[in-house]
């Protein structure tokens, strides 16, 4: 039905194909997502007599992000307000958030950056994919509602991710794991897929109509043949058995118009004896002689089969004669 509503339709036009993009992006987003850092404690050096507080304390994040408050030449405790802080105090702050520390937060930073836009670039190529596609989504009967929420899912656990990146930021000390979204992305790129092949299916159509034609009425009278093939079986028997009743039908009446032949020559020769004057004229002339006449007698008539005339002896006609 959707073949022939294809072809006999308003003029076919070919669809565009929905195009989902996301290789790259989702390939580095695995990257992210993969990278060592999430598992690692990140902890200040252990070359100062600090660390074991802090570490104690458990608030490295809280002093690191304190240390940034700390002003050039001033004795205040970002942490007290007091006139606390000695420049060797100072120093082994520095001391402890060294280099490396830096760098593996800096780090962080970066790929919480880059997990963003790959997540961005993700989300924006599914959106695009379906905008101003109204005919294609018609064609493909692509469950819009579905794909939406799945999109709108995933989005939330893009925004749960980074989130959890930002903690890993503010404690660095703190391990974190980051969701693998490539179920989700599959089921949306499946639907994408199961679209795009009826779009195939469509365009082939549109493209081979007159070949499409052709094939479709075949399949048609292939599809009746075999819907029909019994009812077809049981009218080709009926007919058969119709022809051999009237082939006998047939023979019965040849036998009885022989037989029918056959007696009208029997009644044809039995008639003619039947109706035969000789019999009563012979009959006629002995009761003629028995009574004394004897002048004339009952003879067959000339030339006229089953007629008789009155004659006298010397053979000529008494009819109009005939005193006796």
């Known amino acids: 039905?959707?073949?022939?509503?294809?072809?006999?339709?308003?003029?076919?036009?070919?669809?565009?194909?929905?195009?989902?993009?996301?290789?790259?992006?989702?390939?580095?987003?695995?990257?992210?997502?993969?990278?060592?850092?999430w598992d690692t404690?990140?902890?200040?050096?252990r070359d100062v007599d600090i660390a074991d507080l802090i570490d104690e304390l458990g608030n490295s994040s809280w002093v690191d992000q304190g240390r940034q408050y700390i002003k050039a030449e001033s004795k205040v405790c970002p942490f007290c307000q007091q006139e606390t802080l000695s420049s060797d105090f100072r120093k082994k702050l520095e001391s402890f958030f060294d280099t490396e520390y830096k760098r593996k937060v800096d780090l962080i930073c970066v790929l919480l950056d880059e997990y963003r836009n790959s997540a961005k670039q993700i989300i924006d190529a599914i959106e695009i994919a379906i905008q101003d596609k109204n005919d294609s989504i018609q064609t493909s009967k692509l469950n819009v509602d579905t794909y939406t929420a799945k999109m709108e899912l995933l989005k939330s656990i893009f925004d749960d991710q980074a989130?959890?990146?930002?903690?890993?930021?503010?404690?660095?000390?703190?391990?974190?794991?980051?969701?693998?979204?490539?179920?989700?992305?599959?089921?949306?790129?499946d639907l994408i897929e199961s679209a795009n092949t009826l779009i195939d299916v469509h365009n082939r159509l549109v493209d081979q109509r007159d070949t499409e034609e052709i094939s479709l009425r075949d399949d048609v009278?292939?599809?009746?043949?075999?819907?029909?093939?019994?009812?077809?079986?049981?009218?080709?028997?009926?007919?058969?058995?119709?022809?051999?009743?009237?082939?006998?039908?047939?023979?019965?009446?040849?036998?009885?118009?022989?037989?029918?032949?056959?007696?009208?020559?029997?009644?044809?020769?039995?008639?003619r004896n039947i109706t035969s004057v000789q019999p009563p004229i012979d009959e006629i002339n002995r009761s003629l002689k028995g009574y004394g006449f004897t002048n004339f007698s009952?003879?067959?008539?000339?030339?006229?089969?089953?007629?008789?005339?009155?004659?006298?002896?010397?053979?000529?006609?008494?009819?109009?004669?005939l005193s006796e």
């Open 221 to 271: 009278w292939a599809s009746s043949i075999h819907d029909t093939a019994s009812l077809i079986r049981t009218y080709q028997k009926d007919i058969a058995d119709v022809n051999k009743a009237i082939a006998g039908i047939k023979r019965a009446r040849d036998a009885k118009k022989a037989e029918v032949d056959n007696l009208k020559v029997t009644i044809e020769e039995r008639g």
């Open 1 to 37: 039905m959707k073949r022939a509503q294809t072809l006999y339709a308003s003029k076919p036009e070919r669809r565009s194909k929905f195009e989902v993009n996301i290789d790259r992006s989702l390939k580095h987003l695995d990257e992210i997502r993969n990278d060592s850092i």
């Open 298 to 321: 009952i003879q067959p008539a000339d030339g006229k089969e089953n007629y008789y005339c009155i004659k006298r002896e010397d053979g000529t006609l008494a009819t109009n004669t």
């Open 41 to 45: 404690v990140i902890a200040g050096s």
């Open 163 to 189: 989130k959890r990146i930002e903690e890993k930021i503010v404690e660095p000390g703190k391990r974190i794991s980051i969701f693998d979204v490539g179920d989700i992305i599959k089921e949306i790129t």
